[in-house]
């Protein structure tokens, strides 16, 4: 049985750790024209930035990733803000964030996160493991097989 989203597997290697990987920036936020509740995630090569990948995101996820880029710091903690301060209190750091697979035309992302002794592996959606990374300044990493797609 996969994971669900946010389920946690302890001292679990990559789901696709002989994959390779190509690094990623987010290079854009943009409105979806299609839909007035969505936005357009966009991804770009670090070191091929002629080749880019979209995802739809939700208009508050938009947000929350706009604040990090932005290095906005709002009035009171946002949901995600919990989530970093339990990372942290538990001793882990958010070393990479792995969009390792699309499954029924929706991303499945990892926030790699290690200690001292561990790693733990969480599965997220792609705004959340996207706004999680930003707050650690962690690399982005997209699964070389269908980034070459």
């Known amino acids: 049985m996969s994971p ?15 994959s390779s990987k190509v690094e990623v920036a987010i290079t854009d936020l943009q409105k979806d024209n299609s839909d007035s509740d969505k936005y357009i995630l966009v991804f770009t090569g670090k070191n091929d930035s002629s080749k880019q990948i979209k995802m739809q995101i939700g208009k508050t996820e938009a947000e929350y990733i706009a604040i990090e880029l932005e290095k906005m710091k709002p009035t009171a903690p946002l949901p995600l803000d919990v989530l970093e301060d339990a990372i942290k209190k538990f001793g882990y750091r958010v070393t990479e964030v792995f969009i390792y697979k699309l499954e029924m035309d929706i991303y499945v992302l990892e926030l790699i996160c290690k200690d001292a002794a ?20 962690a690399p982005i990493y997209m699964n070389g097989d269908f980034w070459s797609k």
């Open 4 to 18: 669900s989203c946010g389920q946690v597997n302890k001292n679990q290697k990559n789901a696709n750790s002989n």
């Open 118 to 137: 561990s790693e733990v592996i969480l599965i997220a959606r792609t705004s959340d493991a996207a706004t999680i990374g930003l707050k650690f300044n």
